[in-house]
Nanobody
Framework: EVQLVESGGGLVQPGGHLRLSCAAS????????MNWVRQAPGKGPEWVSG????????YYADSVKGRFTISRDNAKNTLYLQMNSLKPEDTAVYYC?????????WGQGTQVTVSS
C-alpha cells in the first residue's frame, strides 16, 4: 500500500520555524520526484517547492525562496521542508506529492498555522 505521511506541522509565531517531514512507503521513493504543495483556507492549491529524485536539483516558488529549504533522504524514504522566517501568509495545509511520469501520490497533509 502506497503511503505518504506528513508530520511536523503546528502553531508558530511569525518569524519562527518548523520542519515538515513526509515519510514514504509502498513505492520506490528514490525513483520519484517530490513536491510540497500547500492550500490556504478558501484558496486553491499552491505549489511550494520541488526536488528531483536524486536530490540534486531543487525548485522554489518565489513566495518562499530564501526562507524554505527542501531536502530528501532516500535511505530513509523521507522528504523534508525546513521553513524559516515564517509569515502569517504561510498558514496552510501542506501536502507532499510524489510523481513519476503518469503516477502521482499524495499525503493527507499537515496543518501549519503562523499567528501571534
Amino acid at each position: 500500500e502506497v503511503q505518504l505521511v506528513e508530520s511536523g506541522g503546528g502553531l508558530v509565531q511569525p518569524g519562527g520555524h518548523l520542519r515538515l517531514s513526509c515519510a514514504a512507503s509502498g513505492f520506490t521513493f528514490g525513483s520519484y520526484d517530490m513536491n510540497w504543495v500547500r492550500q490556504a483556507p478558501g484558496k486553491g492549491p499552491e505549489w511550494v517547492s520541488g526536488i528531483n529524485s536524486y536530490g540534486a536539483t531543487t525548485y522554489y516558488a518565489d513566495s518562499v525562496k530564501g526562507r524554505f529549504t527542501i531536502s530528501r533522504d532516500n535511505a530513509k524514504n523521507t522528504l523534508y521542508l525546513q521553513m524559516n522566517s515564517l509569515k502569517p501568509e504561510d498558514t496552510a495545509v501542506y501536502y507532499c506529492n510524489a510523481y513519476l511520469r503518469t503516477q502521482a501520490y499524495w499525503g493527507q497533509g499537515t496543518q501549519v498555522t503562523v499567528s501571534s
